[in-house]
């Protein structure tokens, strides 16, 4: 058997060597051969990580935290030493699990939704690389290696969504989605500094077992402030918070993730369920006591979880765009994750709860909405487009697709005995226990609307009469590499609920802690059942909407006769539109401008004015020496003079 | 041996310009060959005397140079009227910006075998170029110093005026006043330091065990740094570089940003700081003042510029900004950040002007707004340009990213209110440069295609050979980043003991 180690190495190094095979060697010349090795390699890296997590949770050993290796990479002061390590505990085990799998998916759907592309070899090679960064993340022990694969994740995310470079909307967005995570990750960056400083350490171990009392006492310089230590800590923790609030698209800097639906499908479904976006949900998790620490970081967490999820959905409702609709879903979704885990916090006390079920609706989430972005594609795959208006009537045609899409729209709706179904009832209830009354409000709430929209995409997607002019024809057919993989992923969307529920409530809980914790709460017998009543209702209202005989499906899809209100949210509150107001006015016109402005006249200006200076003073030194005679000896004369009159000369 | 080929370092290039003399400018391919011949042969030393000073590291150097612990020490008599030796040996810093320049002038060779004009002549000033660029990497004599100092800028202006675009003249002239204002503050404080110190020789090792009077290194202090700085471009010294980057052709840009520049900051910290470091530990925090501009603001006025060379001549300023920002924090971890971005930055822009010379060959405009879709006929120099981007916007795997984030974390050990102002401001604009970077490199690479660039053709084995070398040693400090650090605090704890030490007495 291999043993622990190695296979921790393995799990990187295939990824990896995907990349460079991929990238250097076969990408150019034969893809096809390009996608087969990609393959390959990550079904063995998810087997690896299969073995490693079979390892780990049988053993007695579970519930603790490993290092299988740690190399030093690059030496600070002290103990500041950034490191690159594999840390392994029950969230990285199940977040290694959740990647390998879903990018094994996304590398087989790729081999039929990249088919006819001609830079296929390129593409394999990136979504390994994107991959491998997120393996990377997802094992770091300390807040370095987090960054470093945290960019590279940025980076790879970048290249997959300008994947398709010569169409400009493809470029701008993925320049968007590059620059707003960077801008998160700029504060991300200085959190690390601070924090690093003050504690003199990047490890996770370190972080997540201070105790603010020890800093209470010493001061920092901040420039225009001094303040104590301990808040310093905190103002850092709120800082490292920036940069997943940034990754995982939270309001209002949630506008690149929507966009980001221009690269190729199989990119969208991997970003969303398991490489990138889940990456600011899993930090938070990653450094959870030390947030806990730190007062009002969780709050803030909380609510912006809370916004971003009430706010997404109820955009998520009116859009037509299949890709649009699903990424509205992730940022609810995300925002889920996000408050469950600020939730937490009970005054000064720690219910680990919303921990547990955040962690469970990652795993749970990665399978549903890996499976309905691969099921978006194959249908724009026949369709040629990504709108509504085009679909309908695919149900009967695409009798397996429709299935499939059928289970996992019952998992996020989270209808029994759908997985979903199990973490977002954990999460209400997080809520509920919490005493964050309104949240929880909140939460049921856009429960409801999760069902509406999804089933409204579902209804008019595969219900009633076709509207595109192939599937009237009946030119549409379900490929058996893009499917297959479909059909495997409604397996864990169906079970991985019910079957996952005992693993993570024996094993996750977020490690030792400084302040009182409890550990576990009342369930609320009756929540379940207000839950899945409010889905069940809103499931009705959208059948009555869209799919029962009285439903006036031309009306659902026009956007343009609609009240005010409807046309605000259909056009996501206008914040594309101040997003790039606010960049063209006040950065590129702004300060940007000012400061060429700057720099062209008045620093040229002082150069060009201390140039005629030189020019002058030498203009009149010039007039002396230009050969005038008379001049000389005038000079002389007054010279001369003026030394016998004033000066020593003896005359 | 090894101090026999260290020396050979700066003579062999000279030698060539001597053997390519006698040689009819007609027979251009033959000056061409000896030409790379010799710079190959050069790069081939330095590397394996790089790789000798790593291997000794640890072991005890040359006791006539302590406290620095330098190997290949040579101590010759020079001019003995002025009591100036030959006075030449490398330690970490040194070995590494000798590899850099070497990689540098090897790559600037290549890239500019098809220059026009007479090429026996250009090759012989970057020849002369390169050798002045090791001489002053090399020396530990003050005169000496100066006079590679100073026959660098000749070459250059030489190089521009002559062979460079655009407003070639005014270009070349701005630079070379420019750096010669520098010069002469340098001048005046280096006759200030010899008689001052009361020291027998122009030895900067010498100098160093002496103490100098506080007043005089309370006005010398600022001029030499900020004579130095000029040729790094500080604010507000910045002017001449834009203007002389965009006139000069590929190779000279290649040299002057990526081994030049680095010229000053090396003297700021092995000259200025070494010498003066009362003096440096009063004025640097205010000098911090001044990299607001360098590095908050450079960066914008790069997003505003079309022209890929002023583009890059900003970029390079906000990036040597953050040179003087670790050196002005005289942290260790400071001081070891800013070696490494001199070194990393050098290789960084060297790849950038390099694959910006070979799209200007092809495209004959540096334009952004004309270009378009270049990635499609062009993979090869597209993906070069892409991460040279990607280098210089810090990203993890490259050099860039070790550098700036050792120096972020280096400043902020600095406790004065003005660094750790700078240094915030320094990291939040990050955001910044990779607004320029991916704005240059989408409209220049990505979108449609336009119809006059159908015919264009990818580089070259030789231009690929170039972007390929000098992407690995990217990678190769940005992936094993410890080996070098290792090198260059070595170097640096002299340095750092020596500041750390002033003001005590």
Redesign the interface.
């Known amino acids: 058997m291999i043993d622990d180690i190695t296979l921790g190495y393995l799990i990187l190094l295939f990824p990896l060597i995907t990349f460079v095979v991929n990238g250097l060697f076969l990408g150019n010349k034969c893809a096809k051969a390009a996608a087969i090795f990609a393959v390959i390699c990550n079904g063995l890296a998810f087997a690896a990580a299969g073995t490693l997590a079979f390892h780990y949770f049988s053993s007695d050993f579970a519930p603790q935290k490993a290092i299988l290796f740690d190399h030093?990479?690059?030496?600070?002061?002290g103990d500041?030493v950034a490191r690159i390590g594999m840390l392994v505990d029950p969230l990285s085990v199940m977040m290694l699990v959740v990647v390998t799998f879903i990018s094994f998916m996304v590398n087989i759907y790729s081999i039929g939704y990249m088919r006819e592309d001609r830079a296929a070899g390129r593409f394999f090679a990136l979504l390994s690389l994107f991959s491998f960064s997120m393996l990377g993340l997802v094992v770091a022990t300390n807040l370095?290696q987090m960054?470093?694969?945290w960019?590279?994740v940025g980076?790879s995310s970048?290249l997959l969504i300008?994947f398709w470079?010569?169409k400009?909307s493809a470029?701008?967005a993925s320049?968007q989605a590059?620059?707003l995570t960077?801008?998160a990750?700029?504060?991300f960056?200085?959190g690390i500094?601070?924090v690093?400083?003050v504690v003199g350490n990047f490890d996770f171990s370190t972080l997540n077992s201070l105790s603010l009392i020890d800093f209470q006492k010493q001061f920092i310089?901040?420039?225009?402030v001094t303040i104590p230590k301990s808040e310093a800590l905190v103002l850092g923790s709120i800082l490292i918070f920036t940069g997943g609030w940034g990754k995982s698209a939270m309001f209002p800097m949630h506008i690149w993730l929507p966009n980001a639906m221009e690269g190729p499908t199989p990119v969208s479904s991997i970003i969303h369920s398991a490489t990138m976006v889940v990456a600011g949900v899993y930090l938070v998790a990653r450094l959870f006591p030390f947030f806990a620490i730190c007062d009002n970081a969780l709050t803030l967490i909380m609510w912006v979880g809370a916004f971003t999820m009430v706010f997404a959905a109820v955009i998520a409702c009116t859009q037509k765009d299949i890709k649009r609709i699903l990424a509205y879903s992730t940022l609810s979704q995300l925002g889920y994750m996000m408050f469950a885990l600020g939730a937490c916090k009970i005054g000064q006390v720690v219910a680990v709860t919303g921990w547990t079920a955040s962690t469970f609706h990652i795993f749970t989430h990665a399978f549903f909405k890996c499976s309905l972005f691969l099921i978006a594609g194959s249908l724009i795959h026949q369709v040629g487009t990504n709108d509504l208006d085009a679909m309908g009537g695919l149900g009967k045609k695409m009798k397996l697709t429709y299935a499939c899409t059928l289970i996992s729209i019952l998992a996020i709706s989270g209808i029994p005995p759908f997985s979903g179904f199990f973490s977002k009832d954990e999460i209400i209830l997080a809520a509920f226990q919490g005493q964050h009354y309104v949240v929880f409000g909140l939460a049921l709430f856009t429960s409801g609307l999760t069902t509406f929209y999804m089933f409204r995409l579902f209804f008019l997607a595969f219900h009633g009469a076709p509207r595109h002019e192939g599937v009237k024809a009946g030119h549409v057919h379900e490929d058996f590499a893009m499917t297959l993989p479909i059909a495997i992923l409604a397996i864990p969307a169906l079970a991985s609920g019910f079957a996952a529920q005992p693993i993570f409530e024996k094993f996750f809980v977020p490690g030792q802690m400084n302040i009182p914790q409890l550990v576990r709460l009342d369930h609320a017998e009756w929540l379940p059942f207000v839950a899945v009543g409010i889905a069940v209702v809103a499931l009705v209202i959208a059948w009555v909407l869209y799919a029962s005989p009285w439903a006036k499906v031309g009306r659902a899809l026009d956007e343009t006769n609609r009240s005010g209100i409807y046309k605000v949210i259909y056009h996501k509150f206008y914040f594309d539109e101040m997003y790039y107001a606010v960049v063209r006015q006040f950065?590129?016109g702004g300060?940007?401008?000012v400061?060429?402005a700057?720099?062209d006249y008045v620093?040229?200006g002082?150069?060009a004015f201390t140039v005629w200076f030189v020019h002058k003073l030498g203009d009149l030194v010039r007039f002396a020496q230009a050969g005038y005679l008379p001049f000389y000896l005038g000079t002389l004369i007054v010279g001369v003079l003026l030394w016998r009159f004033f000066g020593q000369l003896p005359l | 041996m090894n101090t026999i080929l260290f020396n050979s370092i700066w003579v062999l290039p000279l030698l060539t310009v001597l053997a390519c003399v006698l040689i009819p400018a007609t027979y251009a391919k033959a000056i061409r060959t000896i030409h790379v011949t010799s710079a190959t042969i050069v790069l081939a030393i330095v590397c394996y005397l790089t790789y000798v000073v790593y291997a000794l590291s640890g072991t005890p150097a040359d006791p006539a140079a302590a406290p620095l612990a330098l190997r290949f020490f040579t101590d010759i008599p020079w001019l003995s009227m002025f009591n100036a030796n030959y006075i030449v040996g490398a330690d970490g810093l040194n070995m590494l910006l000798l590899a850099l320049t070497a990689f540098i002038v090897w790559a600037g060779v290549l890239v500019s075998l098809n220059i026009k004009g007479n090429q026996k002549i250009f090759f012989a000033l970057i020849q002369l170029l390169a050798t002045s660029v090791y001489g002053v990497y090399m020396s530990f004599d003050l005169v000496l110093f100066f006079v590679f100092y100073e026959m660098e800028a000749l070459c250059m202006y030489l190089m521009i005026a002559c062979y460079g675009s655009g407003k070639r003249d005014y270009g070349g002239k701005k630079l070379t006043l420019t750096l010669a204002f520098g010069s002469s503050m340098i001048l005046a404080t280096l006759f200030g330091l010899y008689f001052e110190s009361g020291a027998t020789s122009w030895n900067l090792i010498e100098i160093s065990k002496t103490t100098l009077p506080m007043d005089f290194q309370m006005w010398a202090f600022p001029l030499m740094f900020m004579g130095f700085a000029v040729s790094s471009s500080l604010f507000?010294f910045?002017?001449w570089s834009p203007d002389g980057h965009s006139a000069a052709p590929t190779a000279v840009s290649m040299l002057a940003a990526g081994v030049m520049m680095k010229m000053g900051a090396y003297g700021c910290l092995r000259v200025a700081m070494f010498l003066m470091p009362d003096a440096a530990k009063i004025w640097l925090p205010y000098v911090v003042a001044l990299l607001i501009f360098n590095v908050v603001?450079g960066p914008?006025?790069a997003?505003?510029?079309k022209d890929l060379k002023y583009i890059t001549a900003y970029s390079s300023i906000s990036h040597l900004g953050l040179i003087f920002l670790g050196l002005a924090a005289m942290?260790?971890?400071g001081l070891r950040g800013a070696s490494l971005q001199m070194i990393s930055h050098g290789f960084l822009t060297g790849l950038f002007f390099a694959t910006i010379g070979m799209i200007y060959e092809r495209t004959h405009t540096r334009d952004i707004t004309e270009m378009g879709?270049i990635?499609?006929k062009m993979p090869f120099l597209g993906v070069g340009f892409v991460l040279a981007g990607?280098a210089g916007?810090?990203?993890?795997?490259f050099s860039g990213?070790?550098a700036e984030?050792?120096i972020?974390?280096?400043a902020?050990?600095q406790?004065?209110?003005?660094t750790?102002?700078v240094?915030?401001l320094a990291?939040?604009?990050?955001?910044t440069t990779?607004?320029y970077i991916?704005?240059t490199a989408?409209r220049m690479?990505?979108?449609?295609?336009p119809q006059k660039y159908e015919s264009l053709t990818d580089g070259c084995f030789r231009e690929k050979l170039v972007i390929v070398v000098l992407v690995a040693c990217l990678l190769f400090i940005g992936v094993c980043?410890?080996w070098i650090?290792e090198l260059l605090d070595q170097s640096i704890a002299p340095i750092f003991e020596k500041i750390s030490s002033a003001g005590l007495q």
């Open positions: 030093t990479f690059i030496p600070f002061i500041l370095f960054f470093i694969f960019e590279l980076v970048y300008g470079y010569h400009p470029v701008s320049k590059f620059i960077r801008f990750d700029s504060f960056l200085l500094v601070l690093s400083y310089n901040l420039g225009l950065i590129f300060i940007a401008r400061a060429r700057f720099n620093i040229e002082l150069l | 507000p910045h002017f603001l914008f006025i997003i505003r510029h942290t260790p971890i879709g990635m499609r990607f916007l810090g990203l993890p795997g990213f070790i984030s050792t972020f974390i280096g902020f050990q406790d004065s209110t003005l750790r102002i240094t915030i990291i939040l604009s990050i955001t990779a607004v991916l704005q989408n690479l990505h979108g449609p295609l980043p410890g650090s």
